[in-house]
């Protein structure tokens, strides 16, 4: 069985092909150690947010293997990869109800202490202070009462809330105003501290934070070393 805790990934050899769709991944082996952080780059089309759905099991190789602290993604129940993986999705996914049960969901049964301690540990209370409503701020239909930004916050606070071993994030291409811009990256640095995290990063910052950016192309990992070897 897989072990709570910072969790290694392997892809071994894996190929992906949508259903009447492109091949869009060839041949990706790379082996993700415990607790590091990954980013990863490429062109529009490249397999990037393919590479992130089979991480999360999304879809599964149409041919190789993925493997979680050496276990085949194939076998790890769906409840347990639920609270072991999570992905901040790229424009926020957000629930038509206030901002802290959007947050909540991350963790059924969470209470409102619970939420305002993970903004606290994401550095996000000054923000918090600065909504009228607080937690109680409704979002709108799909999030439409906050900016791009905002919800990309709310996103990560669930997912940081989730408390998950492995943290995927599809980066917003949006632009972000820069108060909270300077926020996300802070808050994306706590919420990676210590975990196993792969960004698809399009912010230069991610991919010179990262221990390792994976170069996609073509489908394929072209190049792959630290931002300072590429
Ligand atoms: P972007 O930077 O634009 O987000 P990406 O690197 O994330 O690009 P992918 O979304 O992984 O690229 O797409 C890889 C290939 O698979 C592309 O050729 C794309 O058109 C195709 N593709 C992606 N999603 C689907 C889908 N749902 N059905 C069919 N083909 C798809
Ligand atoms: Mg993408």
Same mark, same amino acid.
């Given at each position: 069985?897989?072990?709570?805790?910072?969790?290694?990934?392997?892809?071994? $050899?894996v190929?992906?092909?949508?259903?009447?769709?492109? =091949?869009a991944l060839?041949?990706?082996?790379v082996?993700?150690?415990?607790?590091s952080?990954?980013?990863?780059? /490429?062109?529009?089309?490249?397999?990037?947010s393919?590479?992130a759905?089979?991480? %999360?099991?999304?879809?599964?190789?149409?041919?190789?293997?993925?493997?979680?602290?050496?276990?085949?993604?194939?076998d790890?129940p769906?409840?347990? &990869?639920?609270?072991?993986?999570?992905?901040?999705?790229?424009?926020?996914?957000?629930f038509?109800?206030? %901002? /802290?049960?959007?947050?909540?969901?991350?963790r059924?049964?969470?209470?409102a202490d $619970?939420v305002?301690?993970?903004?606290?540990?994401?550095?996000?209370?000054?923000?918090?202070?600065g &909504?009228?409503?607080?937690?109680?701020?409704?979002?709108?239909?799909r999030g439409?009462? &906050?900016?791009?930004?905002?919800? =990309?916050l709310?996103?990560l606070?669930?997912?940081?809330?989730a408390?998950?071993?492995?943290?995927?994030?599809d980066?917003?291409?949006?632009?972000?105003?820069?108060?909270?811009?300077?926020?996300?990256?802070?808050?994306?640095?706590?919420?990676?501290?210590?975990?196993?995290?792969v960004?698809?990063?399009?912010?230069l910052?991610?991919?010179?934070?990262?221990?390792?950016?994976?170069?996609?192309?073509?489908?394929r990992?072209?190049?792959?070393?630290?931002?300072?070897?590429l």
């Open positions: 069985a897989l072990e709570r805790g910072p969790v290694e990934v392997r892809f071994e $050899d190929g992906y092909a949508y259903p009447d769709g492109p =091949q060839h041949e990706v082996s082996h993700i150690e415990p607790r952080r990954v980013a990863v780059v /490429g062109e529009t089309g490249s397999g990037k393919t590479f759905k089979l991480l %999360i099991r999304l879809a599964d190789p149409t041919s190789g293997r993925v493997a979680l602290g050496g276990v085949p993604l194939t790890v769906f409840a347990s &990869l639920r609270e072991r993986v999570v992905m901040v999705p790229q424009d926020g996914f957000l038509d109800t206030t %901002i /802290g049960e959007n947050i909540v969901y991350g059924p049964g969470a209470t $619970d305002e301690r993970a903004l606290h540990e994401l550095g996000l209370e000054d923000w918090l202070a &909504l009228a409503r607080g937690l109680d701020t409704p979002v709108g239909q439409e009462a &906050l900016s791009a930004g905002e919800r =990309q709310v996103a606070a669930r997912a940081y809330l408390d998950p071993d492995l943290l995927v994030l980066e917003a291409t949006s632009a972000v105003d820069p108060a909270t811009e300077q926020r996300l990256q802070r808050a994306l640095e706590s919420a990676m501290r210590g975990r196993t995290a960004s698809v990063a399009h912010r910052s991610t991919a010179e934070a990262a221990d390792r950016v994976l170069v996609f192309d073509g489908g990992i072209v190049q792959q070393g630290s931002h300072d070897e």
